[in-house]
């Protein structure tokens, strides 16, 4: 990943009094230089605007293969722009071939606008400043893979890849958004396009222009994509839509393998379809090129560290046996996560003190980049958001919500056999399911969770206020989508990628991809209870039977299978020793009108529930990541 920053100062400072304040930036910045083809460049320039002083830089690393070099700052007859941009489809713009990524995109917009926008296919951000009038344009592309921030202080506006350096910059006044942390405490998320956890922080919008006023004011964000908006046509036979389907996914992974030029390439992989459909993908093309396979690393242990217990019923209930045999049938080697790296508070202590983003657990994510780049791997491909666009694991009720009854029917003739009981007993369950999509959402009630850590008084006051809906995926792809959640696992392995010198891939939120997703009928991903079917019937022929089954046929995605058994005893391994060490580092009073401490430490205490002792400490951790980022302010 490449970075950017601006810094507008409303004042009439002299540039050799504002200019630190880029230095700050760029120095928090450096590591987005890592990872590239070649050395980064570095690039900044200084201009007046109006009654503001501008400072805008960049750091570039040129990661895109066989793709020119640019200067750092992008100059065209109308804009200046800084731009972290990598474009996967060029193809389509002939005559381009001389242009950067950043030069193509900001030469798009400005010969075809949001329309421009909405046929590239890429991950982008850039910032460009109307060199007539001063008007500044925040563009995002369509996912949001790529980040960038803007904090609005007393006398400055910085627009930023990173928030973490603008806890450094003097007179910041960052606090914390109450109604964020609300969410996260009770959805452990944020479900918000454009805001954090921090009150005076907020994100660009993605799949969206944001304009701003000369001297740094949001004016609006114009969109130019939503997930699903581009309409697909009608096919009468159900294998033109797997046709497709399987051309869109092969075409997203292609163009991104494409794109790193031959690097060695690494890539998550849990047993699960989503990351299976991307490693049996990149396998064939690896093959296809002479290259060598993708090295995978999975956050399991391995089975010589941690014994893969027997077999129930014969059904497969560890996902390090897909693993093994998946390696073992296409030749892929795989890093399992170390256990003494678990067993060693230490080494736990030491990741909680990384200044990270907090809207994120880096925990996992760390791992995996830790495994890999220690053996030279700088791409990663990952199959995050499968579920929630691409691959829908939603049940009969996402049938029956869609309007597309007959299909609903069927599910719930082969789910009842004979029995008219259980018949009329399925129908009235999934009209249950529904009709709870569509009511506000509890997070914790949704979740399962028996907890409750927020202060009465603090819930009432954040309730009093407004009441939004959330909805499930399954029956709403779309709302799920655009809540803003989706951006926290890219997010993070942006901030933490460019920490270790590595850039990820995302294949599955490809929006050409997610575009068709959301538009075939739903009957395609579900028949005789078999979920999330288009993408193993599109890709059977590469993706192995055993991976679909896996993952297929639980309600959740190995929710009842015995992965949690073994999961969570190591991370019990780990974690239960450092509880005490991390609820005495958290500092109390910053937290004291928002968090319920003593019910933290009960819930710890309960030995039935694993599961939510280990959302209580992603929470703990978060905590702590947003106390050690505030007191850097102090």
Known sequence: MSAIYVMIHDTHSDFRTIRPYGRILHDGLTSYGLGGASEPCEGETSFESGDCRIIMGSIQNNAHAGVPATSCVV???????????????????????????????????????LSGLRSLSGDFAAVLIDKEN????????HMGIRPLYIMQSKHYVTICTDYRPF????????????????????????????????????????????????NGKIIASDTYWTPGMRKVP????????????????????????????????????????????????????????????????????????YPIREQRNEVIRDEREVIKKFCGDKGNSCIYRPRCDAEDPEVYLKNTE???????????????????????????????????????????????????????????????????????GFIKR???????????????????????????????????????????????????LLTGGMESRTA??????????????????????????????????????????????????????Y?????????????????????YEVAEETQSRTDEIILARLDRELFAEYVDFDAIERNLLRADNTVERNVLRSIMRTLYKMQLLLKECR
């Not at 890539?267 to 690896?286: H, K, P, Q, T």
């Not at 760390?366 to 030279?376: C, I, P, Q, V």
Request: overall charge negative.
């Open 75 to 113: 100059e065209t007859d109308q804009h200046l722009a800084v731009c972290d941009a990598m474009i996967y489809n060029r193809k389509s713009f002939p005559g381009q071939d001389m242009l950067s990524d950043g030069e193509l995109l900001v030469r798009t917009y400005e010969r075809e606008g």
């Open 134 to 141: 001063g008007r500044i344009f925040l563009i995002r592309d």
């Open 167 to 214: 806890f450094r910059l003097p007179e910041n006044q960052i606090t914390i958004n109450e109604e964020r942390l609300y969410e996260y405490l009770t959805m452990g998320i944020v479900a918000s396009r454009t805001e954090t956890l921090f009150a005076n922080i907020l994100k660009s919008e993605a799949g969206a222009v944001t304009r701003m006023t000369p």
């Open 234 to 305: 009608e096919d009468k036979w159900d294998v033109q839509y797997e046709k497709i389907y399987a051309k869109l996914i092969r075409d997203a992974v292609r163009n991104r393998v494409d794109a790193v030029g031959g690097e060695a390439i690494g890539a998550e992989f849990s047993g699960g379809l989503d990351s299976g459909i991307i490693v049996s993908l990149l396998d064939e093309y690896a093959q296809e090129n002479g290259h060598e396979l993708p090295l995978l690393a999975t956050w399991s242990p391995s089975e010589e560290e």
């Open 354 to 424: 990384r200044k990270d983003i907090c809207e994120f657990d880096a925990d996992i994510i760390m791992y995996t980049m830790k495994a890999l780049s220690g053996r030279g791997i700088r791409t990663v491909f990952s199959g995050w958001g499968g579920d929630e666009a691409a691959t829908m694991r939603f049940g009969p009720s996402g049938l029956l919500e869609s309007g597309e009854l007959r299909a609903f029917l069927h599910e719930a003739s082969y789910a009842a056999g004979k029995n008219p009981k259980k018949y009329l």
């Open 430 to 480: 999934a009209l249950t399911a529904v009709r709870d999509s569509h009511a506000p959402w509890d997070g914790r009630a949704v979740n399962g969770w028996q907890f409750n850590i927020a202060k009465d008084e603090y819930a009432h006051r954040i309730l009093g206020k407004r009441e939004k809906k959330y909805n499930y995926f399954g029956w709403n792809p779309v709302e799920n």
């Open 492 to 545: 993070i392995a942006a901030a933490s990628g460019a920490d270790m010198g590595m850039v990820y891939m995302f294949p599955m939120l490809d929006p050409l991809l997610i575009d068709y997703a959301l538009n075939v009928p739903r009957r395609l991903y579900m028949r005789d209870g078999r979920r999330r079917l288009l993408p193993q019937k599109a890709l059977e022929d590469i993706v192995p039977g």
């Open 547 to 567: 991976l679909t089954k896996f993952s297929g046929e639980s309600n959740v995605e190995k929710l009842d299978t015995g992965r949690m058994d073994f999961y």
